[in-house]
């Protein structure tokens, strides 16, 4: 029995109430046989009926009162305070991005205007995240989500994290400045300046090179490492969130070049750590290469075997996409396969509140019983 917040563990014991119902009721009923004895009967004289006449029907209603009270009291009203604790059963998912110089390439054409790869890997990257109802992505707001960029080197963006606005900031930022370095190289190659961009050459940029495979490992790690301290927060009750399963998802456009470490041991890190990974090849036009080795040298005809290995291998999938909408319906089929669980679990503490019901029963009884020994005395 609840009425909102408020519920009785002994609700039968409201019945106690109804004892001065009762007793009225058969106070009518079973009426005395009149007296033996005559007496003059006043009522057929008028006369002003005063406060207290009007009024003495009241200590009978405040003990009423008092009766129903401590009725309530009995029944043992508890107030109840709902905790409700909702644990989502998400998808740790991390986005392997390559940023060779490569991605700089502007064949990727939308509304008539052409953007470079980096360019769409951002905005899709960003619908992935946020959804778009244009291209069926539901979006990943309940998922934690890490960034890795890879080129000649591997970088560690972002750890898992929720805070997805964040994580597109440092996105664009990231990008943004490797662009302004490729853009820089290529200008001083184009005045010739062999010097100034052999200096540039000799500091290893992250856009040099492409290490894929290391930029998979990576991510795993990182992963790995995000499950274990949120198993740590579950078990002090201090998460609610629990990795159903883990993701990564690599997205190049060429072939591995510098990476330390195999394809195979790649995988082996990824089945280790209980890891799927999506592979995207994304291949436009041919992208030749100059005598500075500034851009990769390349074609349509790459070897994937790699990339496809590692999806095989760990229960994912390789795609290929060579223009935005293939990569759009590529993003849309992760998101679909991929998807978060919610379980709600609603829990009830009870405090007792049976104290101001006693209380005011007490203190109607008191005032009851000073009233008719008082003010509404009758005597014999």
């Known amino acids: 029995m609840n009425f909102g917040n408020l519920s009785f563990s002994q609700p039968w014991m ?38 207290r006449l009007r009024t003495l029907w009241l200590p009978s209603a405040i003990s009423c009162l008092a ?3 401590m009725s309530v009291a009995l029944m043992g009203p508890r107030l109840g305070h709902e905790e409700t604790k909702i644990t989502t059963e998400g998808v740790a998912i991390a986005m392997v991005m390559d940023v060779s110089s490569s991605m700089e390439k502007n064949d990727m054409v939308v509304d008539n205007r052409r953007l470079t790869r980096y360019e769409m890997v951002q905005r899709l990257f960003r619908k992935f995240i946020q959804g778009d109802e244009s291209i069926q992505l539901e979006g990943r707001s309940n998922d934690m989500i890490s960034l890795v960029l890879f080129g000649g080197w591997v970088d560690d963006i972002s750890p898992l994290t929720h805070d997805h606005t964040f994580l ?10 490797i662009r302004k370095d490729v853009a820089n190289a290529q200008k001083l190659q184009q005045k010739g300046d062999r010097n100034a961009l052999q200096r540039v050459l000799d500091s290893k940029p992250i856009w040099q090179q492409t290490a894929v495979y290391e930029g998979v490992a990576l991510g795993s790690d990182l992963l790995k490492k995000a499950e274990d301290g949120i198993d740590d927060a579950e078990a002090a009750e201090r998460s609610s969130f629990n990795i159903k399963s883990k993701v990564l998802i690599v997205l190049t456009d060429g072939d591995d070049n510098a990476s330390s470490i195999t394809a195979e041991e790649a995988v082996e890190v990824a089945k280790e750590f209980g890891v799927k990974i999506y592979t995207i090849a994304v291949h436009g036009d041919e992208v030749r290469s100059d005598l500075a080795g500034l851009f990769r040298a390349g074609s349509n005809d790459k070897d994937d075997s790699g990339l496809e290995m590692m999806a095989e291998e760990t229960g994912g999938r390789f795609y290929k996409a060579n223009n935005p909408e293939t990569l759009g319906r590529v993003l849309s089929d992760i998101d679909a396969l991929e998807r978060t669980n919610f379980s709600r679990e609603v829990t009830m503490d009870y405090a007792p509140w049976h104290v101001p019901w006693l209380l005011g029963a007490l203190l109607s009884f008191a005032l009851g019983l000073i009233l008719s020994h008082t003010y509404y005395r009758v005597l014999p």
């Open 168 to 177: 597109l900031d440092l996105m664009d930022d990231s990008i943004e400045g």
């Open 67 to 69: 009766w129903a009270l």
């Open 14 to 51: 409201g019945l106690l109430a109804l004892a001065p119902v009762l007793l009225w009721m058969w106070k009518r009923l079973w009426k005395q046989p009149p007296g033996a004895i005559l007496f003059s009967d006043l009522r057929l004289v008028k006369t002003r009926r005063t406060l």
